[in-house]
Nanobody
Framework: VQLQASGGGLVQAGGSLRLSCAAS????????MGWFRQAPGKEREFVAR????????RYADSVKGRFTISRDNAKNTLYLEMNSLKPEDTAVYYC?????????????????WGQGTQVTVSS
């Protein structure tokens, strides 16, 4: 499956952004999907993941209550709604499809990755 992330940008602290991830090539609904992020000098970290149907979600503690992951299987698109953004949310955000342990939060369990979209939150 090919993944294309978009929607990043520069926003002030407290603002909002909506990331999208368009999928193509294979049946999108067959994959648990996740969002990860990587800040300069840091390892890639889990942000959120969503089950095949969208009925189950999980979030990193750092974004819980501020970010919402969702998917539209009819449109082959994954979303990440980000509210109350903080400077520490600044990172490149990646969408990914799980190919190993389906409900994992570990990057190594995700075999397909988008190219990343930059999110910068100014203070």
């Amino acid at each position: 499956v090919q993944l294309q992330a978009s929607g990043g940008g520069l926003v002030q602290a407290g603002g909002s952004l909506r990331l999208s991830c368009a999928a193509s090539g294979r049946t999108f609904s067959e994959y648990v999907m996740g969002w990860f992020r990587q800040a300069p000098g840091k390892e890639r970290e889990f942000v959120a993941r969503i089950s095949w149907s969208g009925s189950s979600t999980r979030y990193a503690d750092s974004v819980k209550g501020r970010f919402t992951i969702s998917r539209d299987n009819a449109k082959n698109t994954l979303y990440l709604e980000m509210n109350s953004l903080k400077p520490e949310d600044t990172a490149v955000y990646y969408c990914a499809a799980a190919t190993r342990t389906p409900m994992s939060t570990l990057p190594e369990d995700y075999g397909y990755w988008g190219q990343g979209t930059q999110v910068t939150v100014s203070s």
